[in-house]
């Protein structure tokens, strides 16, 4: 079977044009997901669990890097994602720099048919991934060229206001439009969806474990595998027990 | 070695060690450690200290002119003159014996000699008076009178207590009408001195703001057109020309033809002082006929200005940095994209121009910062304070950034 790739990248010339050439130089590979944004390519991350992931570094919702971040479970070290990711930039040149030195791939815009051929059998061979994509991304983020992440989130309880500081947050968890907040002091909903305000968050402290729940990764006891395809995470503090969807599984591998 | 010599080398090395000093002091750098050996070197060290920079330089060059023989011959000079004034003193008024009229006419012509050079480059701390200083003054006069009074007496074989008692009143008041006519002409020398070196410090501070603020203007420009054609944009641009032109689309020729005028017009822009407002919406025109070929349905954008509004001058590249703010942190971060207006109005003698964007909004605007700081270095390089910029939310989301420029 091909490879199933997904393609994120906003500007629709650009798009279309990989679109294009990986199924001239791929045609083996079946494109899954093409997505506009960061927030839906995550969301078709989710869905598809592709096996290569063109990931532009600048895009509406949340940045290429951040998106890798969230993918390979940045913050546990040498954990590596399920998926072979390749950047993509029209210049960027600490990302660049950064990428040369941790031998990660990417491809500069406008991008070459032959610079795209000899990437694509690189992830033909399907040698595992000898990068250093958590050094990259730790080093892009310690130049200070990362976005803001939120530290405080405001939920109504009644009439009141609480000010939950993010590192007091158990878990996150997707209900419908809103998102139920559980903290060390008790929980509360949010009116933003949880796509939304995962983007605000430090993805080496949260990580998405299933499309409705985001967990603190301080807050995480213990991961229990109930059954061959049920995996549960087991919290400190709380006697909620969260399922890991298979796309996560990789978090909790020895 | 022969005395007089060496009395001279000693005299040179004195003089030396002061311009040094002076030199140290002009340059900035620590004085010598040997000023600081007596009491007296100390105080010749605080007293160049509060001279004025230029009052410094003056005297340097003062010292400078006259250092060695030449302010000997100088020196000598005045002592000759003196004396033969102090002769024609003699001859004019005999009651003055020769030798007292040489002593009178060389003690005033010093004494005032040295009050105007102290006057001339200390004219500050001159003009800073005290009245303490003011009677040591009128007293030293009369002293003066009392004891050149009394050596005149010695010499014509009077007692001195007996001339003291007949002219002492007279010659004490004499002698602090002497110093007070004496502090009133140095004084006076001292206030006009104070003014020129007030106007020429005046001058030179202006001329180094004039020199600072070209400086910054070229600086701020270049940085501007730096952002404007960054490479992110060129190689995005330049990719969507090639995808367009390898699918033989018609697109391509425009999004090249809009290329062209932004590059022209954005390199162009660096050499005027001042462009038309017309110009400038051109430039932005095709900016965003570019952008919006790249981001397609993301991005929609109007630009309204009356054709009277479009000959204003202004100054280039204020408008579309703010523009380029605009679809940088307001359209692109934002998924579902939106809307930049730009308009142009008049009210009295202003002219506002406008860009507003309903993209992401102000409460994430990370990095917009450096932008902005341009723009409004920009306008205070430009207009002074006669111009200025407003940054607000817009209704329901995105930001307005509103320019106040003075119609010129």
Redesign the interface.
């Known amino acids: 079977m091909g490879a199933r790739v997904l393609v994120a990248e906003?500007?629709?010339?650009?798009r279309?044009?990989l679109v294009q050439q990986l199924g001239e130089v791929w045609p083996s590979a079946t494109i899954v997901a093409v997505a506009?944004?960061?927030?839906?390519a995550w969301d078709a991350y989710l869905e598809h669990e592709p096996d290569v992931a063109f990931l532009d570094i600048?895009m509406?919702?949340m940045s290429g890097l951040d998106l890798a971040a969230r993918m390979s479970g940045f913050g546990v070290g040498q954990a590596t994602a399920p998926v072979r990711i390749v950047f993509v930039t029209?210049?960027?040149q600490y990302a660049i720099e950064a990428f040369d030195r941790g031998a990660v791939d990417y491809l500069?815009?406008?991008?070459e048919r032959g610079r795209l051929a000899r990437t694509v059998a690189r992830l033909e061979q399907g040698t595992p991934a000898t990068d250093d994509l958590a050094g990259v991304l730790r080093a892009l983020r310690a130049s200070g060229k990362g976005?803001?992440y939120t530290k405080r989130i405001k939920a109504s309880v009644g009439r009141r206001i609480h000010f939950i500081d993010v590192d007091d947050v158990l878990y996150f968890q997707a209900d419908t439009k809103y998102t139920r907040v559980v903290y060390s002091g008790g929980e509360a909903l949010i009116r933003t969806a949880l796509r939304e305000l995962l983007v605000r968050l430090d993805p080496e402290s949260f990580w998405q474990i299933h499309r409705n729940a985001v967990v603190n990764v301080r807050a995480i006891a213990a991961a229990e595998r109930v059954d061959s395809d049920r995996t549960e995470v087991i919290l400190k503090g709380s006697n909620d027990r969260l399922t890991v969807s298979r796309a996560f599984l990789h978090l909790f591998k020895e | 070695m022969n005395p007089l010599r060496r009395l001279y080398l000693g005299y040179r090395a004195w003089e030396d060690d002061y311009i040094a000093l002076l030199d140290a002091l002009d340059a900035g750098r620590p004085v010598d450690a040997s000023w600081a050996r007596s009491a007296y070197r100390r105080k010749a060290v605080r007293t160049f200290e509060q001279m004025s920079r230029t009052e410094r330089a003056q005297f340097r060059d003062f010292v400078w002119r006259f250092r060695g023989w030449r302010g000997l011959a100088c020196l000598g000079g005045l002592l000759v003159a003196n004396c033969v004034l102090g002769l024609v003193v003699h001859l004019t008024w005999p009651q003055f014996g020769p030798y007292e009229a040489i002593a009178l006419v060389n003690m005033i012509v010093l004494c005032c000699a040295l009050g105007i050079v102290k006057a001339w480059f200390g004219a500050r701390r001159f003009l800073s008076l005290s009245p303490r200083k003011l009677l040591f003054v009128l007293l030293l006069g009369m002293l003066g009178g009392l004891v050149g009074g009394t050596l005149a007496a010695l010499s014509k074989g009077e007692a001195p207590l007996d001339f003291i008692r007949r002219a002492g009143v007279t010659i004490a008041i004499g002698g602090s009408i002497a110093g007070a006519v004496y502090l009133a002409a140095v004084g006076l020398l001292a206030g006009l001195r104070n003014r020129e070196l007030a106007a020429l410090n005046a001058k030179l501070a202006a001329e180094s703001e004039r020199e600072r603020l070209s400086t910054q203007l070229v600086e701020s420009r270049l940085r501007l057109l730096q952002a404007q054609v960054e490479p992110h944009f060129l190689f995005n641009t330049l990719g969507a020309v090639q995808q367009l032109a390898e699918r033989g689309a018609p697109e391509a020729a425009a999004l090249t033809g809009h290329l062209i005028r932004f590059l022209r017009s954005s390199m162009g822009s660096f050499r005027p002082e001042s462009t038309t407002l017309d110009a400038e919406l051109g430039l932005i025109d095709s900016y965003l006929q570019i952008m919006q070929m790249r981001l397609g349905r993301r991005l929609a954008f109007r630009i309204d200005a009356s054709p009277e509004l479009r000959r204003a001058p202004i100054r280039p590249t204020l408008l579309i940095t703010l523009v380029e703010n605009a679809v940088k942190h307001g359209i692109e971060p934002y998924p579902a994209g939106g809307t930049i207006g730009v308009t142009a109005s008049a009210e009295a003698d202003t002219l506002i121009l406008e860009v507003a964007d309903t993209g992401t909004g102000m409460a994430e605007l990370p990095g917009s910062g450096q932008g902005l700081a341009n723009v409004r270095e920009q306008l205070a390089l430009a207009y002074g304070n006669r111009a200025g910029l407003e940054l607000f939310d817009n209704t329901p989301h995105g930001v307005v950034a509103r320019l106040h420029l003075p119609r010129e």
């Open positions: 906003d500007e629709a010339p650009m279309e044009r506009d944004n960061g927030l839906d600048r509406p919702g029209a210049y960027d500069l815009k406008p991008i976005p803001a």
